[in-house]
């Protein structure tokens, strides 16, 4: 069971570039989202998903874009790359509801925009 | 918007002694969730609270949802070196009942000296 595999786990891009952060679950999770992480700010949720078909924006939505066409993966797109957007990625998934479930979160992708 | 806040952000402690961070939400949570973070890592769930004065342990870990639902606390007994890492509270965002969107808190960092 690989859980949620995130690809790449580091990338480096110019200021302008365009490129699609990858995110694949195996568990049949309904529940998939996209947050990033900077110094002193915590987890801020960009895009989320409820299933496959269904997007929906965060608190920090601008400058990405996702699509889920199948449960299994959750791309997130970075339009125009600015400086502003480098930052710690983390994918997660979820099962619907249940007290005994939370976010299993991927190893995260590390963005430099220079 | 929904705001959930973290204190403290930061917390020094000597090995054996105790922890406490607490979370506090602007709006009503149906539930809340606790993740435990080490550092260079990714968010691992801890826990989930549903009910209105929750009380749940885990070990040394007790976790406390507020009679109100607006606020949660995570206490750690005799804290060790293994205790090392961000926690963050979560809950649903805004508007939701389900934890499709998941907020998090800012975090509070802990730092144990052995």
């Known amino acids: 069971n690989a859980g949620v595999t995130q690809t790449p786990k580091f990338q480096v891009l110019k200021t302008g570039q365009s490129m699609t952060l990858q995110c694949a679950q195996d568990m049949n999770h309904e529940y998939m989202s996209w947050y990033r992480q900077d110094p002193g700010m915590g987890l801020r949720l960009i895009h989320y998903s409820v299933g496959a078909g269904i997007t929906d924006q965060g608190e920090v939505p601008n400058g990405y874009n996702v699509s889920r066409s199948t449960t299994e993966d959750f791309p997130l797109r970075l339009l125009s790359a600015a400086p502003s957007q480098t930052s710690v990625y983390f994918c997660?998934?979820?099962?619907?509801?249940?007290?005994?479930?939370?976010?299993?979160f991927g190893s995260g992708t590390r963005l430099t925009v220079v | 918007g929904q705001q959930v806040m973290q204190i403290p952000q930061y917390q020094h402690v000597q090995e054996g002694e105790d922890f406490t961070t607490y979370c506090n939400s602007s709006t009503t949570l149906s539930n809340i969730q606790w993740y435990k973070q080490r550092p260079g890592g990714h968010p691992v769930f801890l826990i989930q609270?549903?009910?209105?004065?929750e009380v749940k342990k885990q070990k040394r870990l007790t976790f406390q949802f507020g009679e109100a639902k607006k606020n949660s606390s995570l206490h750690i007994t005799a804290t060790q070196t293994t205790d090392v890492g961000t926690y963050f509270c979560?809950?649903?965002?805004?508007?939701?009942?389900?934890?499709?969107?998941?907020?998090f808190g800012q975090g509070t960092t802990l730092q144990v000296k052995p």
């Open positions: 609270l549903v009910k209105s004065g």
């Open positions: 997660a998934s979820s099962f619907v509801g249940g007290a005994n479930y939370g976010y299993t």
């Open positions: 979560a809950g649903p965002g805004f508007g939701s009942s389900n934890t499709g969107k998941l907020i």
